[in-house]
Protein backbone atom coordinates (compact mmCIF):
# COMPACT_ATOMS: atom_id res chain seq x y z
CA UNK A 1 0.00 0.00 0.00
CA UNK A 2 2.93 2.46 1.03
CA UNK A 3 4.62 1.45 -2.36
CA UNK A 4 1.55 2.44 -4.50
CA UNK A 5 1.51 5.63 -3.02
CA UNK A 6 4.93 6.34 -3.28
CA UNK A 7 4.36 5.55 -7.09
CA UNK A 8 1.39 7.92 -7.33
CA UNK A 9 3.09 10.59 -5.69
CA UNK A 10 6.27 10.29 -7.83
CA UNK A 11 3.90 10.12 -10.85
CA UNK A 12 2.10 12.85 -10.10
CA UNK A 13 5.18 15.23 -9.47
CA UNK A 14 6.50 13.77 -12.70
CA UNK A 15 3.20 15.17 -14.86
CA UNK A 16 3.79 18.32 -13.31
CA UNK A 17 7.50 18.50 -13.98
CA UNK A 18 8.34 19.04 -10.02
CA UNK A 19 11.08 15.74 -9.67
CA UNK A 20 13.68 18.29 -12.01
CA UNK A 21 13.15 20.77 -9.65
CA UNK A 22 13.25 18.85 -6.38
CA UNK A 23 16.59 17.11 -7.95
CA UNK A 24 18.01 20.50 -8.19
CA UNK A 25 16.59 21.41 -5.22
CA UNK A 26 18.31 18.49 -3.49
CA UNK A 27 21.63 18.81 -5.01
CA UNK A 28 21.82 22.40 -4.35
CA UNK A 29 21.46 21.60 -0.78
CA UNK A 30 23.92 19.13 -0.70
CA UNK A 31 26.75 21.20 -2.53
CA UNK A 32 26.73 23.72 0.23
CA UNK A 33 26.23 20.99 3.02
CA UNK A 34 29.58 19.58 1.71
CA UNK A 35 31.10 22.81 0.39
CA UNK A 36 33.53 22.98 2.74
CA UNK A 37 34.65 19.33 3.13
CA UNK A 38 34.91 18.56 -0.49
CA UNK A 39 37.27 21.65 -0.51
CA UNK A 40 39.52 20.06 2.04
CA UNK A 41 39.55 17.28 -0.07
CA UNK A 42 40.41 19.34 -2.70
CA UNK A 43 43.25 20.74 -1.04
CA UNK A 44 44.63 17.66 0.05
CA UNK A 45 44.59 15.91 -3.03
CA UNK A 46 44.87 18.57 -5.58
CA UNK A 47 45.93 15.91 -7.99
CA UNK A 48 43.13 13.84 -7.97
CA UNK A 49 40.73 14.23 -11.09
CA UNK A 50 37.09 14.73 -10.17
CA UNK A 51 34.12 14.47 -12.21
CA UNK A 52 31.38 17.24 -11.96
CA UNK A 53 29.61 17.76 -8.82
CA UNK A 54 26.82 17.16 -10.89
CA UNK A 55 27.99 13.38 -11.87
CA UNK A 56 29.31 12.81 -8.70
CA UNK A 57 25.68 13.83 -6.69
CA UNK A 58 23.60 11.55 -9.28
CA UNK A 59 25.61 8.76 -9.42
CA UNK A 60 26.52 8.23 -5.40
CA UNK A 61 26.54 11.25 -2.90
CA UNK A 62 28.09 15.03 -3.51
CA UNK A 63 30.82 14.25 -1.09
CA UNK A 64 34.60 13.95 -2.85
CA UNK A 65 35.94 11.62 -0.18
CA UNK A 66 33.39 9.21 -0.43
CA UNK A 67 33.48 9.73 -4.30
CA UNK A 68 37.24 8.89 -4.33
CA UNK A 69 38.31 7.49 -0.83
CA UNK A 70 35.65 5.23 0.29
CA UNK A 71 35.27 4.03 -3.18
CA UNK A 72 39.54 2.65 -2.85
CA UNK A 73 38.29 0.71 -0.18
CA UNK A 74 35.21 -0.72 -2.08
CA UNK A 75 37.10 -1.43 -5.08
CA UNK A 76 39.89 -3.10 -2.32
CA UNK A 77 36.82 -5.26 -1.42
CA UNK A 78 36.28 -6.60 -4.40
CA UNK A 79 39.18 -7.41 -5.22
CA UNK A 80 39.34 -9.75 -1.94
CA UNK A 81 35.92 -11.29 -3.11
CA UNK A 82 37.14 -11.76 -6.77
CA UNK A 83 40.43 -13.61 -5.57
CA UNK A 84 37.98 -16.03 -3.99
CA UNK A 85 37.26 -17.22 -7.29
CA UNK A 86 39.72 -16.25 -9.96
CA UNK A 87 43.18 -15.47 -9.94
CA UNK A 88 43.61 -11.71 -11.29
CA UNK A 89 46.29 -12.01 -13.79
CA UNK A 90 45.39 -11.40 -17.09
CA UNK A 91 42.06 -11.30 -17.33
CA UNK A 92 39.22 -8.58 -18.70
CA UNK A 93 36.99 -7.19 -15.94
CA UNK A 94 34.24 -5.09 -17.14
CA UNK A 95 32.69 -2.93 -14.50
CA UNK A 96 28.81 -2.56 -15.95
CA UNK A 97 27.07 0.71 -14.94
CA UNK A 98 30.51 2.15 -14.20
CA UNK A 99 29.13 5.82 -13.70
CA UNK A 100 31.70 8.49 -13.51
CA UNK A 101 34.40 5.43 -12.84
CA UNK A 102 34.45 5.97 -9.01
CA UNK A 103 35.47 2.06 -8.93
CA UNK A 104 36.87 1.11 -12.13
CA UNK A 105 38.91 4.04 -11.87
CA UNK A 106 41.10 2.22 -9.10
CA UNK A 107 41.11 -1.51 -10.51
CA UNK A 108 44.22 -0.40 -12.56
CA UNK A 109 46.29 0.51 -10.14
CA UNK A 110 45.45 -2.14 -7.05
CA UNK A 111 44.84 -4.95 -9.64
CA UNK A 112 47.64 -4.64 -12.44
CA UNK A 113 48.99 -8.41 -13.33
CA UNK A 114 48.33 -7.47 -17.07
CA UNK A 115 44.45 -7.40 -17.18
CA UNK A 116 42.47 -4.93 -19.09
CA UNK A 117 39.72 -3.18 -17.71
CA UNK A 118 36.49 -1.69 -19.42
CA UNK A 119 33.63 0.60 -17.77
CA UNK A 120 30.37 0.62 -19.58
CA UNK A 121 27.61 3.01 -18.71
CA UNK A 122 24.12 4.97 -20.38
CA UNK A 123 25.53 8.11 -19.12
CA UNK A 124 27.47 10.01 -21.68
CA UNK A 125 28.33 13.09 -19.50
CA UNK A 126 29.53 10.33 -17.46
CA UNK A 127 31.24 8.30 -20.30
CA UNK A 128 32.79 11.31 -21.74
CA UNK A 129 34.72 12.03 -18.56
CA UNK A 130 35.49 8.94 -17.84
CA UNK A 131 37.22 8.75 -20.92
CA UNK A 132 38.71 11.83 -21.40
CA UNK A 133 40.47 11.27 -17.29
CA UNK A 134 40.80 7.96 -16.32
CA UNK A 135 44.04 5.80 -17.66
CA UNK A 136 43.94 2.02 -18.66
CA UNK A 137 40.60 1.81 -18.86
CA UNK A 138 38.68 1.60 -22.00
CA UNK A 139 34.72 2.66 -21.63
CA UNK A 140 31.80 2.36 -23.61
CA UNK A 141 28.60 4.30 -24.10
CA UNK A 142 25.30 1.71 -23.84
CA UNK A 143 21.71 2.34 -24.47
CA UNK A 144 19.21 1.62 -21.90
CA UNK A 145 18.97 -1.33 -24.30
CA UNK A 146 20.17 -4.35 -22.87
CA UNK A 147 22.64 -4.64 -26.17
CA UNK A 148 26.63 -4.37 -25.26
CA UNK A 149 29.23 -4.16 -28.48
CA UNK A 150 31.42 -7.20 -26.87
CA UNK A 151 31.55 -10.88 -28.75
CA UNK A 152 30.22 -13.90 -26.55
CA UNK A 153 32.73 -15.02 -23.93
CA UNK A 154 34.24 -11.89 -23.54
CA UNK A 155 34.76 -11.10 -19.72
CA UNK A 156 36.37 -13.02 -16.79
CA UNK A 157 34.77 -10.84 -14.33
CA UNK A 158 31.33 -8.46 -14.83
CA UNK A 159 30.37 -6.34 -11.66
CA UNK A 160 27.72 -3.41 -11.49
CA UNK A 161 27.41 -1.50 -7.96
CA UNK A 162 23.74 -0.98 -7.08
CA UNK A 163 22.25 -1.37 -11.36
CA UNK A 164 19.52 -3.95 -10.93
CA UNK A 165 17.89 -1.84 -8.15
CA UNK A 166 17.00 0.80 -10.91
CA UNK A 167 15.78 -1.41 -13.96
CA UNK A 168 12.68 -3.08 -14.03
CA UNK A 169 11.73 -6.44 -13.88
CA UNK A 170 11.97 -7.25 -17.69
CA UNK A 171 15.11 -4.98 -17.79
CA UNK A 172 16.47 -7.12 -14.86
CA UNK A 173 15.97 -10.75 -17.21
CA UNK A 174 17.21 -9.12 -20.72
CA UNK A 175 20.40 -7.37 -18.80
CA UNK A 176 21.69 -10.62 -17.10
CA UNK A 177 21.11 -12.46 -20.30
CA UNK A 178 23.20 -10.22 -22.03
CA UNK A 179 25.60 -9.85 -19.02
CA UNK A 180 25.69 -13.48 -19.40
CA UNK A 181 26.32 -13.67 -22.66
CA UNK A 182 29.69 -11.97 -22.47
CA UNK A 183 30.59 -13.76 -19.54
CA UNK A 184 33.22 -16.36 -19.46
CA UNK A 185 31.87 -19.56 -18.79
CA UNK A 186 33.40 -20.87 -15.15
CA UNK A 187 36.22 -23.25 -15.61
CA UNK A 188 37.93 -25.25 -12.99
CA UNK A 189 41.20 -23.55 -12.02
CA UNK A 190 39.24 -20.33 -11.11
CA UNK A 191 38.68 -19.21 -14.86
CA UNK A 192 35.54 -16.85 -15.75
CA UNK A 193 31.98 -17.00 -14.78
CA UNK A 194 32.53 -14.20 -11.72
CA UNK A 195 30.08 -11.80 -10.38
CA UNK A 196 27.05 -12.39 -12.24
CA UNK A 197 25.88 -15.89 -11.38
Not at 9 to 17: A, F, G, T, V, Y
Not at 66 to 79: M, V
Not at 97 to 113: A, K, Q, S, T, V
Request: charged fraction near 25%.
Amino acid sequence: MASSFRNSILLSLRKLKFLHLLDQLRFQWMRIRNYQKNKLFRKTYPQVALPSDYLIYESFQLDYHKYYLDSRETAQWLIRHFAKHILLEDKKILDWGCGPGRIIRHLPELIGNKCEFYGTDYNKDSIAWCSKNIPNVSFNLNSLEAKLPWPDNTFDVIYGISIFTHLSENMHFAWLKELVRILKPATAGGGGGEAVR
